[in-house]
């Protein structure tokens, strides 16, 4: 059984979305230390602290374009499900007016 809460592991249209923490959450930290790391690097004339901040910032790009990634596929699932729910519904639709016509 998983330890995650409840409302952070959720299925929807069949794909498991949530995650902690929540993905505009994570972005909007992200963003927000980048800009941290930004000021920090403008004020740094060590070669040794300017790889060192670049380097943090590498991390946090890498571990936030690996979120966005995992949701974005989540995403073209969920898409691909409700197109085709959209389609069938639309060929019933058709369908229903056809039955409705002959009768």
Do not use: C, W
Request: no cysteine.
């Amino acid at each position: 059984m998983s330890a995650q809460p409840e409302d952070a592991r959720q299925i929807l249209f069949g794909e498991e979305v949530g995650g902690e923490p929540p993905l505009a959450a994570l972005l909007a930290d992200v963003q927000r230390h980048l800009r941290a790391l930004a000021q920090q690097y403008r004020g740094t004339r060590s070669p040794d602290e300017q790889f060192e901040i670049l380097d943090e910032a590498l991390d946090e790009l890498d571990a936030a374009l690996d979120r966005v990634r995992e949701a974005r596929v989540k995403l073209a699932r969920i898409e691909m499900r409700l197109a085709t729910a959209y389609e069938n519904a639309v060929a019933r639709i058709r369908e229903a007016e056809r039955d409705a016509g002959t009768g």
